[in-house]
């Protein structure tokens, strides 16, 4: 059996990580605590869990209101993004209700 891209990666990881700290497991935890303390904007560390809560809160109190029915997670960004979309779509569908248009035909139909 022939091992996939994602493993090949990891195995390459883990033998660059053993030749850098040959046998020294010690060495090889301090540098991975030292990483692990590095600020990341996009993945702070949580140091204070109930700030880190509020903070998440009040991220999804901002994102726009989901779409009845829908049960999808309220924090993901492309899905806030997609729901001001929807709603755009709909009162642009009530604001032209006077309009005629053109419906395109369904799929397997033809258009006489």
């Not at 990891?10 to 540098?31: I, N, T, Y």
């Not at 109190?61 to 309220?74: C, H, W």
Request: aromatic share 4%; proline share 9%; with cysteine.
């Amino acid at each position: 059996m022939k091992p996939d891209t994602t493993m090949l990666e990891l195995w390459q990881s883990k033998d660059a990580r053993a030749r850098r700290f040959p046998g020294d497991v010690r060495a090889l935890c301090r540098e991975l605590m030292e990483k692990q303390e590095t600020v990341h904007a996009n993945m702070p560390l949580v140091r204070d869990f109930a700030a880190s809560q509020a903070a998440h809160c009040a991220r999804i109190v901002e994102l726009p209101p989901p779409v009845a029915g829908e049960a999808l997670l309220p924090d993901d960004p492309i899905l806030a993004e997609l729901r001001e979309i929807r709603a755009a779509l709909a009162q642009e569908r009530a604001g032209d209700a006077s309009v005629l248009r053109e419906e395109p035909p369904g799929y397997g139909e033809r258009k006489d």
